[in-house]
């Protein structure tokens, strides 16, 4: 009888550790494309007339295809039928082109001589055309990287499942994080480099993409290797091949009521992020009287926060469990964070002012780290492996429309809370009370869907309370 190899790639920590970073990294380099605008919201109104509803709505536009035209519906179907290989390329290549027609329409040569542009300038005309086209790329590029998360997501459970899997998340996540906090400092220094000018940062954050690329074309390698492994080993156990994706499996996700309490929990917590992200800077600069570089620096000690702490947790939760208790903090944490910057007095140019500022972004970074490190974890525990991609690709598409929705509800509120005389008056500072009033609301409605989630976990132990490694 021939000898059985049960050694995989997957059993080597520094293979399965090296795939890892490939694929964050693709992510890493994605993330900053995604906020390279945010923290010069203040310049895109001075320099191309992009007032708060134009900013939301180009914002919102990210999430616009996935969500209408069901993109993240098909990414899903394309993952478990096509597999990690193909549409991790294809994510990549998606997200080149939507950010390839971002840099175009925000940069000179998208100017009034051009017929595309007076096209765009026919229709809507409080909405520039350069912000029209920006949003198209935008979407495009939102088609993308969502169908890119979901694919690492699979990846990161094809090589981590029963070892350190919530660790090997919040490490990815961490590096995403990173990304974001490079972003909000580099963006505003290219911006400033000479005359200022928002093209720049966008065509240095274009380059890195390609990077990405490159990064997730290397992983393929790894994973194509793994694959021929798994094939020969399951031969040599004379396992079944596993069963495909099948159209049912869908009516199973959408039935399947703790799964759907999950997605509704990540939509309202994700909308207090994401789209919070997006007018932090501004609402800073607006609240405490400060620059945009100093605004920006400030907040960036979010992702930063995040970045140190979602691996550690994600330890935790290997190693401890208590997921559904960690969505719950989580949950409570970004309320805390939102109504302070609600309703805090601040003073501009005043110390105390500054240090609730900052306890204020450190407690949501802490949140920030809770909710992702214990939530994406836990789908592997509610749904079957054969229809896992698609499970993740229906909580992203939950999740984008309140990411679509929420950065659109946030330019209304901002716009209808600060007429123009009110504007005037207050010489041209926004109030930002009723729009983080919003954001503050869905972190008490993501906490009761966190206490509900426990009282199910508890009730049928799909076991959201334990810890993922075996030992
Ligand atoms: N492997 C990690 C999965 C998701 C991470 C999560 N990202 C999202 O939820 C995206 N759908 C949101 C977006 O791209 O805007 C995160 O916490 O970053």
Redesign the pocket.
């Known amino acids: 009888m021939n000898k059985i190899s049960h050694e995989t790639m997957r059993e080597s920590s520094v293979l399965r550790w090296s795939a890892l970073i490939l694929v964050a990294l693709t992510?890493f380099f994605a993330?900053m494309f995604?906020d390279v605008l945010s923290p010069l919201q203040t310049l895109l109104e001075q320099q191309k007339g992009w007032t708060p509803e134009v900013y939301g709505t180009f914002a919102s536009s990210?999430?616009f295809l996935n969500v209408f035209v069901f993109f993240l519906f098909f990414a899903g179907i394309i993952l478990d039928k096509m597999g990690i290989r193909f549409t991790g390329l294809l994510s990549c290549i998606i997200m080149l082109i939507g950010a390839g027609i971002k840099l175009y329409a925000i940069s000179d040569w998208f100017g009034a001589d051009n017929a595309l542009y007076d096209l765009l300038n026919s229709f809507a005309v409080s909405f520039p055309p350069a912000a029209k086209l920006a949003s198209v790329g935008f979407a495009i590029f939102?088609c993308g990287?969502?169908m890119a998360?979901?694919t690492?997501?699979k990846t990161?459970v094809k090589w981590f499942t029963g070892k350190e899997m919530a660790l090997a998340?919040g490490l990815?996540?961490a590096i995403?994080?990173l990304g974001v906090a490079v972003v909000f400092w580099i963006s505003p220094y290219f911006a400033n480099l000479g005359t200022p000018d928002v093209v720049r940062p966008v065509a240095v954050c274009c380059l890195l993409l390609c990077i990405g690329f490159l990064t997730f074309f290397v992983y393929t390698l790894m994973d194509k290797k793994l694959d021929s492994q798994d094939s020969t080993l399951s031969k040599e156990l004379d396992e079944e091949p596993e069963e495909g994706f099948k159209m049912s499996d869908l009516g199973k996700l959408l039935t399947n009521k703790v799964y759907i309490i999950t997605a509704l929990l990540?939509v309202l917590y994700?909308a207090a992020?994401?789209p919070f992200q997006k007018f932090a800077t501004s609402m800073l600069e607006n609240r405490l009287g400060l620059s945009t570089t100093d605004a920006s620096q400030l907040f960036s000690w979010f992702p930063i926060g995040a970045m140190i702490l979602t691996p550690l947790l994600g330890w935790f939760l290997d190693k401890k469990g208590k997921g559904a208790t960690m969505l719950i903090f989580g949950s409570i944490l970004v309320f805390v964070c939102h109504m302070t910057f609600a309703i805090y007095p601040f003073v501009e140019g005043d110390s105390n002012s500054l240090l609730v500022a900052y306890s204020a972004i450190i407690v949501l970074g802490v949140s920030?780290s809770l909710v992702?490190a214990a939530l994406?974890p836990s789908i592997p525990h509610l749904v079957d492996k054969t229809y896992l991609g698609s499970a993740?690709s229906i909580v992203?598409l939950i999740?984008?429309f309140g990411?679509w929705l929420f950065p659109i509800i946030i330019g209304v509120v901002l716009d209808k809370s600060n007429p123009a005389e009110v504007l005037i008056a207050n010489n041209g500072v926004y109030n930002y009370t009723p729009a983080m009033l919003v954001f503050a609301s869905c972190g008490i409605f993501a906490c009761i869907l966190g206490l509900w989630l426990k009282a199910e976990d508890k009730k049928h132990g799909y076991g959201l309370e334990e810890p993922n490694v075996k030992s």
């Open positions: 992510m993330y995604v990210e999430y939102g990287i969502e998360g979901i690492v997501s990161i998340m990815e996540m995403a994080r990540c994700y992020i994401f920030f992702p994406w993740y992203f999740q984008n990411l």
